[in-house]
């Protein structure tokens, strides 16, 4: 199949929405809790957030104003803190049904029967039930001018994770964790490795790594 | 496992970057297609490539200036078009060797066997062992003040991608085609379809989606 830009165009909006969101690639699964200066506590599915820098530890995340997730939005904003948590296999349909367009009074960890947890003295909460749990001060928040969509960036200032799946040169086995990939906008994936390859040169080929 | 920012401050560079790579969750395996204005052409693998949304049909690319992908970052400034191919299961080898430091002169289709391949009059190269092939027009190329990465965003002009794999509401079965996902700076997955889910709303529960 072949489409230019006019057969793209002409494209009915639901089919074109399926369709351009199938082909990034795989995305990832992030649970982002949020909770207002009141302390109602807000969880949204992401499907947008991307490594930016290791450097400080930067991870960026896309935001639609008018998207279901504006209420963990409003929130971040109002309290520069939020929490990214894996999705993982077990709560891929609750995590799932966060999408759901409920009122800025509902709490989607009530709705859905996700657990709110508080650690140390990180000021949103975290998904009990997944494996990874990532605490993010808010670093800056831009409006792309393009299609008037949001890019959110905050650093990583706590980070929560079994220990073993941590491998010994610091790379994390997500795949041992459980956490699901995310394809368009409603299909959920689990994974199986095929290998970690040694670091690219020019004059050999990529290897194997065994990190065991 | 916890950290918090002094103890992520003080971990060793290498693992540090393993670590925090792995964080964001599942990431897109693209490979990046450019050529240079006197026909030299570039292949860069870039797991950074996210959706930014539909209509028009935009994404979004990280790009670091001294990192691997400079060549191929060079080339689309110099030209406005570039490709994402996705990488599949049988070229991810060859995927990963385009992130070796070659030279300029040096094509990366010729040092790691993939085949470049010009479909009707787009500009930039396609790579023949890709099932699925986004041709882009070059829109913005933005610093992200925070840490000085490059936000390039491109709107599809072209797609090729076999009929197969196109359900009848639009989603594209990435899984069908092959397509892999990659974690952290050197691990490659294939994926296991767990479910579609239905459109959530806030009084009833997701169901699978049949879309046969």
Do not use: W
């Not at 790379?171 to 956490?179: K, Q, R």
């Amino acid at each position: 199949m072949f489409f230019n830009t006019q057969s793209l165009n002409e494209l009915e909006q639901r089919y074109r929405a399926h369709l351009i969101n199938s082909l990034s690639g795989f995305k990832s699964a992030n649970l982002l809790g949020t909770v207002d200066k009141h302390g109602q506590e807000n969880l949204s599915i992401v499907s947008s957030v991307f490594h930016l820098g290791a450097n400080p530890a930067l991870f960026g995340m896309i935001i639609r104003p008018h998207s279901v997730p504006r209420h963990s939005f409003e929130n971040l904003l109002e309290t520069g803190f939020y929490t990214l948590n894996h999705v993982n296999e077990d709560i891929v349909t609750q995590a799932h049904q966060t999408s759901a367009r409920y009122e800025k009074e509902q709490s989607e960890f009530t709705e859905t029967g996700l657990t709110a947890e508080y650690l140390n003295d990180f000021k949103a909460p975290f998904v009990k039930e997944s494996e990874i749990k990532m605490g993010l001060k808010l670093v800056s928040e831009q409006v792309i001018e393009v299609n008037q969509t949001h890019l959110v960036i905050g650093e990583l200032i706590a980070l929560h994770c079994p220990d073993s799946v941590i491998q010994p040169d610091g790379f994390i086995d997500i795949e041992a964790a459980n956490t699901v990939a995310i394809t368009g906008l409603d299909s959920y994936h689990t994974t199986c490795k095929i290998n970690r390859l040694s670091y690219a040169k020019p004059d050999s080929k990529p290897k194997p790594l065994v990190t065991l």
